[in-house]
């Protein structure tokens, strides 16, 4: 259960995921009805963002406190 000063930030970062998957979705649908392909270099680039915010979350869920308790990566 999240802390009281934690939920609303985990509650934010769920509506951005969401609008993230939405716009995701857009892109993809462009794509398909432009038949062109995303851009590598786009892709690159958005694929480490991603990335960036799968290492955040890591670090949150893996603090040092935890490392005896069973925590893992997650990324």
Same mark, same amino acid.
């Given at each position: 259960? +999240? #802390?009281?000063?934690q939920a609303p930030v985990i509650e934010r970062l769920h509506h951005l995921m969401r609008e993230c998957?939405?716009?995701?979705?857009a892109v993809r649908d462009n794509? /398909?009805?432009?038949?062109? +392909?995303?851009d590598p270099a786009e %892709?690159?680039?958005l694929i480490a963002e991603y990335q960036v915010v799968?290492? %955040?979350?890591d670090e949150a869920f893996n603090l040092p #406190?935890? /490392?005896?308790?069973g925590?893992? #990566?997650?990324?």
């Open positions: 259960m +999240p #802390s009281a000063k998957r939405a716009v995701a979705a794509a /398909q009805d432009d038949g062109e +392909p995303l %892709l690159i680039d799968l290492d %955040l979350l #406190s935890a /490392q005896g308790n925590a893992c #990566s997650i990324g």
